[in-house]
């Protein structure tokens, strides 16, 4: 497998959705070569960062007229 | 397209109950979701009897999320906020279809990316289609390979981090933005994120690949070594 290989697969790979052949393949190919070893885990990287970016918070008006809205639709909530 | 996954069992075709069933397959490169509780599935029993205050509290639970998730496909503020609206309605509407084939969050943020979807395309009706053929891969190499500091993340304050994530997804285009999303940060499955978008999975995989791609490469211009904070 060759460098364009790998990118193509790497979403595959990174998912672990790869089969073990390709997987094998891309791992060997990975084992020599310092640019795609560098892309791979920089987009690992990249996609544990945004998995850990926090909701903003919901700004307190939406908030009140969503509760509103869903009075409306449902009717008083008992607290 | 949403009303027609809401009606009831009878008359879906058998590849949509095939989705269903597999809408609680793990996702083998992520950690276990903070969103899962067990008491959901009480909360979705008691609201199907119709107990507005166990409706409420699944409101409560996720509608941060389903705020930022509609924010970040449609990137517009009141559109987000009229598709978040507009979600936790049907959902309400629609409860007595949710069979709990999936998690009730991951039903939610489908309804919700469709209404995210529907107002985009109506404020962007020229500018971008889900439905174009899936790309080639000729221009797919990277351009910019520079080294990163082993936690580059901790270069930045939380604040400045998600400052740059938010702005970071702002600028892909909405085709990639919406798959990167849906994946990666709402935890569809890739068949999930195909039957939300109404796409087929070889478009969802070639556009999360560009959409990874293009994120490594905005985050390597803050996080490359010797970057100044």
Redesign the interface.
């Given at each position: 497998m060759n460098c364009k290989g790998v990118i193509r697969e790497l979403s595959n790979y990174i998912d672990g959705d790869l089969d073990p052949a390709v997987k094998q393949e891309l791992e060997r190919h990975l084992g020599h070569c310092e640019d795609c070893t560098m892309i791979v885990d920089q987009t690992k990287k990249s996609i544990e960062i945004l998995c850990d970016s926090k909701p903003v918070e919901l700004p307190s008006e939406v908030r009140s007229r969503l509760h509103a809205a869903l009075r409306r639709k449902i009717g008083p909530v008992q607290t | 397209m949403l009303d027609a996954i809401f009606i009831t069992e009878k008359g879906y075709k058998p590849e949509f109950w095939g989705i269903l069933s597999s809408l609680s397959a793990p996702?083998?490169?992520?950690?276990p979701s903070s969103v899962a509780r067990e008491d959901e599935h009480l909360l979705v029993a008691a609201a199907k009897k119709g107990n507005?205050?166990a409706?409420?509290e699944l409101?409560n639970r996720y509608?941060?999320?389903i705020?930022?998730l509609t924010?970040n496909i449609t990137g517009n503020h009141e559109d987000a906020?009229d598709a978040?609206?507009e979600a936790?309605?049907k959902a309400?509407?629609h409860l007595q279809d949710f069979h709990g084939d999936s998690r009730f969050y991951t039903w939610l943020v489908r309804i919700a990316a469709n209404e995210s979807l529907m107002r985009l395309r109506k404020r962007r009706p020229n500018q971008f289609s889900l439905d174009e053929p899936v790309e080639g891969?000729t221009d797919?190499?990277?351009r910019e390979?520079e080294?990163?500091d082993p936690s580059?993340?901790q270069r930045y304050a939380h604040v400045e981090?998600?400052g740059i994530?938010?702005e970071i997804i702002d600028q892909l285009d909405p085709e990639f933005r919406i798959v990167?999303i849906l994946r990666?940060?709402e935890e569809l499955s890739?068949q999930e994120s195909a039957e939300a978008l109404g796409i087929s999975i070889s478009a969802v995989?070639s556009r999360?690949?560009r959409a990874?791609?293009k994120?490594?490469e905005k985050?390597?211009r803050h996080?490359r070594r010797g970057t100044l904070n």
């Open positions: - | 996702n083998p490169h992520r950690l507005a205050t409706f409420e409101v509608e941060d999320k705020f930022r924010k906020e978040m609206q936790f309605l309400y509407s891969d797919l190499m990277p390979l080294d990163w580059p993340e981090l998600q994530l938010a990167l990666d940060l890739t995989k999360l690949l990874r791609l994120l490594r985050l390597n996080f």
